[in-house]
C-alpha cells in the first residue's frame, strides 16, 4: 500500500469559560463543546470531555473530578488545557495523519501579554507550527457580519460564561474595551444564592443554568408565570419541589446585568460627537451565550436610546469571526498578533 500523506490544514480555537469551539478548513466543520473535562483518580486519566464530562456533574463518586481548564477565558493549567485541545482537534479533523499549516487562537481583550505568549508557545510546542492569536470582541465583530476596518464606530457586548467584553470598534482597532466578570456564571450563582437564602434550596449547577436558559429574562416588564423546580431542601437534605413566579430568576441576576450596563456606559463617556452619530444609527450588537436572555433590546434601549442588534447563533459569532479570518487571510492579518518563529 502506498504511503499516506498528511493533510495540510487551518485550525481556529475559541477557548471559553463555559463552551469552546474549533473549526478546520479541511472538513469545514465546527464544533462547540462544554469547557469539561472527567478526570478518573483511580486510572489517573481523563475519561470524558465535553457534553459526556458536562453530563456527569453532580452524579460523579469520589474516584471522579469534574475539571474546568479555563477560569474567566484563561487558562489555569496548560496541562489541563493540552488535553482538551488535542479533543476538539480529533472532533474537527478525524485524521491520524496531520500537518497544521496555521492555527489561529481566540483570546479575551484583557489577556497580557505573559498569558498570550503562554498560550502561542503551548499551541506551538504541540502542533510545531505558527500560532496567530486575535481578541475576542473582534473576532466576535466579524462573526455578526461586521466590517471592521471601515471609518465608522461599533459596539460589541460579547456576553460569555466567565467574562463580558464591550469593545468600541473602529478602523480595525479598539478606541476602548471593558472586561468584566458579570456573565454568565455570575448569573447562575445570583440564582443559585438567591434560592438558597429566599428558599432555603439548592438545585445544583447544571440545573440552575438550565432554568436560566429555559425561563430567564433581562427584562422585568417580560410575561411573569409560575415556575417549579425540583432539588433539595438545604435544611432538611431531603428531596424538594418549589414554585416560585419567573420575575425571581430576573430579580437575582438583575445585579449582574446592572453591572453590563453600567459597562456600556462607561465605554459611551469616551465617544466623540461623530462616534456618538455611528451607534445612534447602527445599534449595539450583542454575542455570545448571554445574548439568547430575553429583554435586552428593551431595557438598553430605554437606557441608551439605541437599538440592539442580535445575530443568530450569538454564541457562534466568535467562531464564525476566526472562520472568516482564516478564510480572508490576507484581509485580516493585520489584527492578528503573530509568532515570530516557530518550533523548530
Same mark, same amino acid.
Given at each position: 500500500?502506498?504511503?499516506?500523506?498528511?493533510?495540510?490544514?487551518?485550525?481556529?480555537?475559541?477557548?471559553?469559560?463555559?463552551?469552546?469551539?474549533?473549526?478546520?478548513?479541511?472538513?469545514?466543520?465546527?464544533?462547540?463543546?462544554?469547557?469539561?473535562?472527567?478526570?478518573?483518580?483511580?486510572? !489517573?486519566?481523563? @475519561?470524558?470531555?465535553?457534553?459526556?464530562? +458536562?453530563?456527569?456533574?453532580?452524579? *460523579?463518586?469520589?474516584?471522579?473530578?469534574?475539571?474546568?481548564?479555563?477560569?474567566?477565558?484563561?487558562?489555569?493549567?496548560?496541562?489541563?488545557?493540552?488535553?482538551?485541545?488535542?479533543?476538539?482537534?480529533?472532533?474537527?479533523?478525524?485524521?491520524?495523519?496531520?500537518?497544521?499549516?496555521?492555527?489561529?487562537?481566540?483570546?479575551?481583550?484583557?489577556? *497580557?501579554?505573559?498569558?498570550? #505568549?503562554?498560550?502561542?508557545?503551548?499551541?506551538?510546542?504541540?502542533?510545531?507550527? +505558527?500560532?496567530?492569536?486575535?481578541?475576542?470582541?473582534?473576532?466576535?465583530?466579524?462573526?455578526?457580519?461586521?466590517?471592521?476596518?471601515?471609518?465608522?464606530?461599533?459596539? @460589541?457586548?460579547?456576553?460569555?460564561?466567565? @467574562?463580558?467584553?464591550?469593545?468600541?470598534?473602529?478602523?480595525?482597532?479598539?478606541?476602548?474595551?471593558?472586561?468584566? !466578570?458579570?456573565?454568565? &456564571?455570575?448569573?447562575?450563582?445570583?440564582?443559585?444564592?438567591?434560592?438558597? &437564602?429566599?428558599?432555603?434550596?439548592?438545585?445544583?449547577?447544571?440545573?440552575?443554568?438550565? =432554568?436560566?436558559?429555559?425561563?430567564?429574562?433581562?427584562?422585568?416588564?417580560?410575561?411573569?408565570?409560575?415556575? $417549579?423546580?425540583?432539588?433539595?431542601?438545604?435544611?432538611?437534605?431531603?428531596?424538594?419541589?418549589? *414554585? @416560585?413566579?419567573? +420575575?425571581?430568576?430576573?430579580?437575582?441576576? *438583575?445585579?449582574?446585568?446592572?453591572?453590563?450596563?453600567?459597562?456600556?456606559?462607561?465605554?459611551?463617556?469616551?465617544?466623540?460627537? $461623530?462616534? /456618538?452619530?455611528?451607534? /445612534?444609527?447602527?445599534? =449595539?450588537?450583542?454575542?455570545?451565550?448571554?445574548?439568547?436572555?430575553?429583554?435586552?433590546?428593551?431595557?438598553?434601549?430605554?437606557?441608551?436610546?439605541?437599538?440592539?442588534?442580535?445575530?443568530?447563533?450569538?454564541?457562534?459569532?466568535?467562531?464564525?469571526?476566526?472562520? +472568516? =479570518?482564516?478564510?480572508?487571510?490576507? #484581509?485580516? !492579518?493585520?489584527?492578528?498578533?503573530?509568532?515570530?518563529?516557530?518550533?523548530?
Amino acid at each position: 500500500m502506498g504511503k499516506v500523506m498528511p493533510v495540510a490544514y487551518q485550525i481556529a480555537f475559541d477557548l471559553g469559560t463555559s463552551y469552546s469551539a474549533a473549526y478546520s478548513d479541511i472538513k469545514k466543520k465546527t464544533v462547540w463543546e462544554p469547557t469539561v473535562m472527567a478526570f478518573d483518580k483511580r486510572k !489517573q486519566q481523563i @475519561i470524558a470531555y465535553g457534553s459526556r464530562a +458536562k453530563s456527569m456533574i453532580g452524579f *460523579t463518586p469520589p474516584h471522579l473530578e469534574i475539571l474546568q481548564p479555563l477560569k474567566a477565558g484563561i487558562a489555569c493549567d496548560f496541562d489541563l488545557v493540552n488535553p482538551f485541545l488535542q479533543f476538539l482537534t480529533r472532533q474537527i479533523t478525524g485524521r491520524r495523519k496531520l500537518f497544521v499549516s496555521r492555527i489561529l487562537v481566540c483570546l479575551p481583550y484583557g489577556t *497580557t501579554g505573559v498569558e498570550a #505568549r503562554a498560550y502561542r508557545n503551548q499551541l506551538q510546542a504541540n502542533f510545531l507550527t +505558527k500560532v496567530h492569536l486575535v481578541r475576542q470582541p473582534l473576532a466576535a465583530a466579524i462573526g455578526a457580519g461586521l466590517d471592521i476596518f471601515e471609518s465608522k464606530a461599533k459596539i @460589541i457586548v460579547n456576553i460569555g460564561g466567565g @467574562i463580558t467584553e464591550i469593545a468600541l470598534i473602529s478602523i480595525g482597532g479598539f478606541v476602548k474595551c471593558v472586561t468584566l !466578570q458579570a456573565a454568565g &456564571h455570575a448569573m447562575d450563582q445570583a440564582i443559585l444564592n438567591h434560592l438558597e &437564602h429566599a428558599y432555603h434550596f439548592s438545585a445544583g449547577d447544571q440545573r440552575i443554568e438550565d =432554568i436560566k436558559i429555559k425561563y430567564a429574562s433581562v427584562d422585568e416588564t417580560q410575561i411573569n408565570f409560575p415556575i $417549579e423546580i425540583k432539588g433539595m431542601d438545604r435544611l432538611t437534605r431531603l428531596p424538594r419541589s418549589i *414554585t @416560585i413566579p419567573k +420575575k425571581v430568576l430576573t430579580e437575582a441576576i *438583575t445585579p449582574v446585568v446592572e453591572q453590563i450596563l453600567e459597562g456600556i456606559d462607561s465605554v459611551f463617556e469616551t465617544t466623540t460627537p $461623530e462616534i /456618538a452619530n455611528d451607534i /445612534a444609527s447602527e445599534g =449595539i450588537y450583542l454575542t455570545g451565550g448571554g445574548a439568547h436572555l430575553p429583554g435586552w433590546q428593551r431595557i438598553i434601549k430605554d437606557r441608551f436610546g439605541v437599538s440592539v442588534k442580535i445575530p443568530s447563533e450569538p454564541e457562534l459569532c466568535i467562531i464564525k469571526g476566526l472562520k +472568516k =479570518i482564516l478564510e480572508n487571510y490576507s #484581509r485580516y !492579518q493585520d489584527i492578528l498578533e503573530k509568532a515570530k518563529s516557530c518550533v523548530p
